[in-house]
């Protein structure tokens, strides 16, 4: 069936350094990837997302890169703040059984910056 | 711009008792609408989605049901909850069109089951 598989979970890193989750994906038909942040007790909020017909996008200190030959898509985060830490978590586009678009989600990454 | 309204914010309900969450989405029209379960320190469960008014569709067989009166209005309910359905409460939009879309968080319900 449809999975996303996220690493790593749990990743620490210094305050200037860079980060990097990765995420692969099983559905070869999957053509959008969404990543979110989520703060401790708050909604996720849509960070960056990237379709499949595009390899790179950027904004600002965040990045995401795909390969979909791999299925693979993987989220770079330079300069790391503080405010930086969270829970992080890659989707990829899927299908519900009556055709209708759905995301499938990967299990989460917790994001640490330390000063 | 679209905006999304999840109430109440905390919730405390006795094992047994009944719940209501209610979502309300506005400035979009005929949004997909999801509820999803996050148990504590975990990922996203997909409780259910509907595509359009009274058409729901559940993910996970569970003690829960879901309603959608109106376009924009999407309940989640219990007659009788369990210990087990403590967690966060999260609804979501997305615009209902070809090809993958994000899809748009509320603030959350908090419920805790005593």
């Known amino acids: ?22 995420c692969t994906y099983s559905d070869s038909a999957s053509n959008y990837f969404p990543w979110y942040k989520q703060e401790l007790g708050k909604r996720p909020q849509l960070i ?11 904004d ?9 030959t791999a299925k693979h898509f993987s989220l770079h ?9 969270a829970v992080y978590f890659c989707a990829a586009s899927g299908r519900f059984s009556g055709g209708y678009n759905k995301l499938i989600f990967g299990a989460g990454t917790r994001l640490a910056v330390h000063p | 711009s679209q905006t999304i309204h999840q109430w109440p914010a905390t919730l405390v309900q006795p094992v047994g008792s009944p719940l209501s969450l209610e979502c309300t989405v506005e400035g979009t029209s005929n949004p997909n609408l999801y509820w999803y379960r996050q148990a504590a320190g975990r ?6 989605y509907s595509v359009g008014i009274g058409q729901i569709s559940s993910e996970v067989p569970q003690n829960l049901s879901a309603s959608r009166p109106q376009d924009r209005q999407f ?8 210990l087990s359905d403590s967690g966060f409460y999260l609804c979501a939009w997305s615009v209902r069109t070809a090809g993958g879309q994000p899809q748009h968080f509320g603030d959350g319900t908090r419920l805790s089951i005593l």
Do not use: Y
């Not at chain 1, 960056?48 to 950027?58: C, H, L, Q, T, Y």
């Not at chain 1, 985060?77 to 405010?83: M, S």
């Open chain 1, 1 to 22: 069936g449809e999975n996303v598989e996220q690493h790593p979970s749990t990743l620490s890193v210094q305050e200037g350094d860079s980060a990097v989750i990765k």
């Open chain 1, 48 to 58: 960056i997302d990237i379709r499949s017909n595009v390899g790179e996008k950027k």
């Open chain 2, 75 to 82: 309940i989640l309910s219990s007659k009788k909850l369990l």
């Open chain 1, 60 to 68: 600002q200190r965040i990045a995401v890169t795909l390969n979909k």
């Open chain 1, 77 to 85: 985060i330079t300069e790391t703040q503080p405010e930086d830490s």
């Open chain 2, 43 to 48: 990922g996203l469960q997909l409780l259910f």
